[in-house]
């Protein structure tokens, strides 16, 4: 990357200056930027002094490092989609929020926010080609979106999503009101991620250093969660694919550690152990051993589970070549998360942590078998990770701090807190005003980007596959529509 572009690189959780942030002129912006295999984590606009400063903060993830830059925009500008198509989201959701028009943005339609029979569906006028309409209200207990497939007999042509259903206005919430049950609110099975993502962004805004014990409490929390969606969403491909005696075991298996996690917190999902400079609850010797145990069954179980799974060349006809993307395809609409490394992306938000000779997992085939093994390797890996992490905490502080800490957040700053949740990357920006009040609150989480994955990975596939290839992505809804 030219180290001579104006642009400022800076690490995870940093709190930064906002007199620090460079800024360029929008010409160089996009002849320097765009080009460069560079993985954009967010893109957003804000108005200042009356103008539009458009932030974008990035990736450089084969050197591990995190940079920011700025320019201005009017009330329009020439589409960055054209370029680096991985930015489509982004600016379609910029123009929702402030009316600001990319000049031909190929596909600027609606992101969160419904307005009657605004959104108008791609159609087509073959006359072999029909429609199959699915949601916004589904026959199971889920949240709302629509699907809409453009079919030929039973092959998928097409597939458009249509989300933006529940808008429940967080990131105001958490501007007017910061507090870490809402933070564990934005997405009830990211609970451990987002609450972490919003400590971490406050601590450093108000010059708060947590204890190392307490560090390594919540990223044992956060592999724990990892694990936990990771055992159950096997189990879920398995029931997609009737291999019935896989679902069942498997989802057996998710509930030793959500129990797990509820005698540590008090909540099967994490709800109440992290706090506003530290966590609410210890790990003790007691507590110590019955992980390490969960550990041991959980990985026995899930050892023989999906090596019976897998051995069934049903199941392996079923998710193989079934919901392709590619890495050039992943890496060009920016998938993140296990999808993209499942598509042989190598690239997780961990290695910006406080993880230790992390070493990322892969897989290359990009279909549900990929999305579904891969899960199943990375189940081992957080296995790993938390015992490594329980022998540390034997060498950290006897116990965790109890003291109650105030928000102080310094004036005119920001910060960027980056966590590689087990969907892939959750994305915090906190900035604060001349009176060290929250000015602008921005989430991004793994959703955001593979949603359009999703409609990808179903085409030229039956419809009968949809299901099993929803699954291998197991997307988020109120995650999306914050």
């Known amino acids: 990357m030219d180290v001579n572009m104006n642009v400022l690189e800076f690490k995870n959780n940093q709190k930064i200056k906002r007199a620090d942030i460079p800024v360029m002129d929008f010409e160089s912006f996009s002849k320097k930027i765009l080009p460069y295999e560079v993985r954009v984590i967010n893109l957003f606009v804000k108005k200042e002094n009356d103008k539009n400063r458009l932030y974008c903060i990035f990736a450089d993830d084969k050197n591990k490092k995190l940079f920011l830059t700025t320019t201005y925009i009017g009330e329009s500008y020439p589409s960055l989609t054209l370029s680096k198509p991985c930015l ?19 596909f600027l339609k609606p992101v969160r926010k419904q307005d009657g029979n605004s959104y108008k569906f791609l159609e087509s006028h073959d006359i072999q080609t029909h429609e199959v309409a699915v949601g916004p209200v589904h026959a199971g207990i889920i949240e709302p979106g629509h699907f809409r497939f453009l079919c030929n007999g039973e092959r ?33 099975d990211e609970t451990i991620a987002q609450s972490l993502a919003y400590a971490r962004a406050m601590e450093s805004l108000s010059n708060i250093e947590i204890t190392q014990r307490e560090k390594l409490i919540r990223l044992i929390a956060l592999e724990m969660e990892r694990m936990a969606i990771h055992v159950g969403d096997i189990g879920a491909v398995a029931g997609d694919v009737a291999y019935s005696i896989g679902a069942n075991v498997l989802g057996v298996t998710r509930t030793l550690v959500i129990n797990t996690m509820l005698e540590l917190s008090g909540s099967r999902f994490g709800k109440g152990l992290m706090k506003f400079g530290g966590v609410n609850f210890d790990i003790d010797l007691t507590m110590r051993t019955k992980i390490l145990n969960m550990l041991e069954e959980v ?114 700053c920001c910060v960027f807190s980056i966590v590689e949740g087990w969907r892939g990357e959750v994305a915090h920006c906190v900035m604060t005003d001349k009176n060290s009040y929250i000015e602008t609150y921005k989430i991004k989480g793994a959703s955001f980007n593979n949603w359009f994955g999703l409609a990808l990975a179903v085409r030229n596939n039956q419809i009968s596959d949809f299901p099993v290839c929803n699954k291998s992505f197991n997307l988020s809804y109120c995650g999306f529509d914050l």
């Open 156 to 188: 998928v042509n097409h597939l458009e999503i249509q989300l933006g259903f529940q808008h429940r206005g967080v990131e105001d919430l958490l501007r007017k009101r910061p507090s870490i049950q809402l933070a564990e609110s934005i997405c009830g």
């Open 88 to 106: 489509h989201m982004f600016e379609r959701l910029i123009y929702e929020e402030t009316g600001i028009i990319p000049e031909g943005h190929p």
């Open 299 to 412: 990985c026995d179980r899930t050892d023989k589970m999906v090596k019976a799974m897998f051995a069934h060349a049903t199941v392996i006809s079923r998710l193989e070549n079934t919901g392709f993307v590619g890495k050039k395809k992943a890496r060009e609409i920016g998938l993140v998360g296990m999808a993209a490394r499942a598509a042989g992306e190598e690239f997780d938000a961990r290695v910006f942590d406080d993880y230790e000779d992390f070493e990322i997992t892969t897989m290359k085939t990009g279909d549900v078998y990929a999305r579904t093994y891969l899960r199943y390797l990375e189940i081992k890996k957080s296995a790993q990770i938390i015992k490594n992490m329980l022998n540390k905490l034997e060498d950290t502080e006897t116990e965790i701090n109890n003291k109650r800490f105030n928000l102080n957040l310094e004036p005119d």
